[in-house]
């Protein structure tokens, strides 16, 4: 219920307080007057009509539905159950001072709208057809709101019309929907939801679940992407449409299958047991539904199992060949580097080989060596 306060009449003191009251149809409506003062003064409510429902609490009307809920000299509060749409209207709450003090409270009632309704799908629908729905649901006060889902994602490009009902109080609304189906739309749930206030944050909704009918999609599926010669070969045809195609028709080079022993047919499978040469050619899968047909086509070539082990097997003797080339390599690397270090450790005289020769003893060797460097015989070390 949603209440609105309504201005005081007047300045602080001996006067009547009322508020506006919001209530769904079929709802409790609680009306209240107060009065910050009052010195034994008397209270009364009166509907839209005028006619006196309570008077401090005596009830002047004969209505089940309306009830006192307190009576003091503060406050006069009674409640409408029950509530229709006939009880909207401007209540007043009524201070016999002299002269007579008013304050006015207005009932509003809200109509719930109805469960919708989806209209305009009849099963199956043709793909590439336009289907047209329409969502309708009457009693909304004020009018209600409409929204269409599709895959849970809202679409926007729909057709609204509100219309008054004969009561001329509620409203009947409608909103359609235009759009072209495929076979992605086959078993989708389109929903139409229906937002109003008097719902409580719960919208109602209708779903209608779409039956889509269209061709076969075909496919073939080999068992094995290098058939070889010897094997045996299942080819798969895979294949979806609606209604479904049921059974599949297989032929080789645009006739019928030429080894029926050997090519066996198992649903939607050829079976053939092991491969020839023979085998060889292209081979169709045909699809056929009530709405039209479809076929696949695959081309077998059969392969000799040697030559397959050749291409994917090791090459041995390019293996080998790169291993002599790295020994070789290896052993030329090495003798070069032998060769560089022999020229490198060169000739040389120790100070000793110089002058030993004619010298009793080392030190007498030294010096004559450093004397007679020019005319001394050398001495060679080789190091292998």
């Not at 209540?91 to 989806?118: D, H, R």
């Not at 939607?268 to 009530?290: M, P, Q, S, V, W």
């Not at 090495?334 to 004619?358: M, P, Q, S, V």
Request: one cysteine or more; hydrophobic letters at 35%; proline letters at 6%.
């Amino acid at each position: 219920i949603n209440i609105f306060l309504n201005p005081l009449l007047g300045s602080q003191g001996q006067f009547p307080l009322t508020q506006n009251v919001t209530v769904v149809e079929g709802g409790t409506a609680i009306l209240t007057c107060r009065v910050d003062q009052n010195d034994n003064t008397s209270l009364q409510w009166s509907n839209p009509a005028q006619q006196t429902l309570y008077f401090d609490d005596k009830k002047a009307l004969r209505d089940n539905r309306i009830e006192l809920v307190r009576a003091s000299w503060h406050e006069l509060s009674i409640s409408v159950s029950d509530v229709s749409l006939s009880d909207e209207g401007q209540y007043t709450c009524s201070l016999f001072t002299m002269p007579v003090k008013t304050s006015k409270a207005y009932l509003t009632v809200l109509g719930v709208p109805e469960k919708p309704q989806i209209s305009g799908f009849s099963s199956p629908v043709m793909e590439g057809d336009l289907m047209q729905l329409t969502c309708k649901t009457s009693g909304s006060k004020p009018a209600a709101d409409i929204r269409w889902f599709k895959n849970d994602k809202e679409i926007k490009d729909v057709k609204y019309l509100k219309e008054e009902d004969a009561n001329r109080k509620t409203f009947t609304v409608s909103s359609t929907l235009d759009f072209r189906v495929d076979r992605s739309d086959d078993g989708v749930a389109v929903i139409c939801r229906v937002d109003h206030e008097s719902l409580n944050a719960t919208p109602q909704v209708a779903m209608q679940v779409l039956e889509i009918h269209y061709t076969p999609s075909v496919k073939i599926i080999p068992s094995t992407p290098f058939p070889q010669e010897g094997q045996p070969l299942i080819l798969t045809c895979e294949s979806k449409g609606k209604p479904l195609p049921e059974p599949v028709l297989w032929t080789k080079d645009g006739g019928e299958l030429p080894d029926p022993d050997r090519m066996v047919v198992s649903g939607r499978e050829l079976n053939i047991l092991f491969l020839n040469k023979t085998d060889n050619g292209t081979y169709r899968c045909e699809a056929t539904n009530t709405i039209g047909q479809s076929s696949a086509e695959y081309v077998l070539i059969v392969h000799d199992p040697n030559a397959l082990a050749g291409q994917n097997g090791p090459d041995h003797a390019l293996i080998g060949g790169i291993v002599a080339v790295v020994v070789f390599v290896t052993l030329c690397s090495i003798f070069l580097l032998g060769r560089y270090l022999a020229r490198h450790k060169g000739t040389y005289l120790t100070n000793e080989a110089k002058g030993a020769e004619d010298a009793p003893d080392a030190d007498t060797a030294i010096i004559n060596a450093e004397g007679s460097q020019v005319n001394a015989e050398e001495k060679k070390e080789y190091f292998i």
